[in-house]
């Protein structure tokens, strides 16, 4: 079966320091692969969406960046945290061959930026 | 431009059936999800609607109307787990991505 893991689950860092959470799939290849943020009691923002190795695709210019170095693998990033990039994070993946709009997503990365 | 409306906030007693509405404006249309998301939690998905009609899962209902560009997701027999944010999705646009309503805060009471 399918799963999806994100870490790290919760984190807090000061304003200006580096970020890094990760996202890997097991059990399916080729996935697209996606990065949402949802702030407190709002709806879901795509951020960036992959559909292969290198290709990142950028949904709301800011300063976050995202990777897939490998298949079932993708990095949110950022040099420089910013207040406005706390929220609650979410890596997501959709199968080529699944329905069109079925979603699994990881467990979140709540981050807090003080 | 495009755009998903839901009401932002259901209350309901156990036992009741509650109704969640979405209307959507999008220049093309892929089909209708829903998604269930508990506080703290990540969204689930419930359901997806891409043809006209009912689509029925346990206690749980979804209708689409393609020609007034309205679903909805119907709750039967509520139960307290139940209490939680639902979000209606719709894949549409010249891209086909996914846009997300702002989610329904529903709440059941004993």
């Known amino acids: 079966s399918q799963t999806i893991h994100q870490w790290p689950a919760t984190l807090v860092q000061p304003v200006g320091s580096p970020l890094s959470l990760e996202c890997t799939v097991e059990?399916?290849?080729?996935?697209?692969l996606y990065w949402y943020r949802q702030a407190a009691g709002r709806g879901l923002q795509l951020l960036f969406y992959?559909?292969?190795?290198?290709?990142i695709s950028s949904e709301v210019p800011q300063n976050l960046s995202a990777s897939r170095p490998q298949d079932r693998q993708f990095i949110l990033s950022s040099k420089k945290l910013l207040l406005s990039d706390s929220g609650f994070y979410l890596c997501a993946w959709r199968s080529g061959s699944s329905g069109a709009n079925v979603l699994t997503f990881g467990a979140g990365s709540r981050l807090t930026v003080l | 431009g495009q755009s998903l409306e839901q009401p932002s906030e259901v209350t309901a007693v156990e036992g009741a059936i509650v109704q969640i509405n979405c209307t959507y404006q999008?220049?093309?249309?892929?089909?209708l999800s829903w998604y269930q998301q508990h506080d703290g939690g990540a969204p689930t998905f419930l359901s997806y609607n891409a043809l006209d009609g009912l689509e029925e899962t346990g206690r749980f209902s979804s209708f689409l109307s393609r020609s007034d560009s309205y679903g909805y997701l119907l709750l039967q027999e509520l139960q307290m787990k139940d209490s939680a944010s639902y979000f209606c999705a719709v894949r549409g646009g010249n891209n086909r991505k996914l846009i997300w309503g702002l989610g329904t805060s529903l709440a059941v009471n004993p």
């Open positions: 999008t220049s093309g249309f892929y089909g």
């Open positions: 059990g399916t290849s080729n996935p697209n």
């Open positions: 992959s559909v292969g190795i290198g290709q």
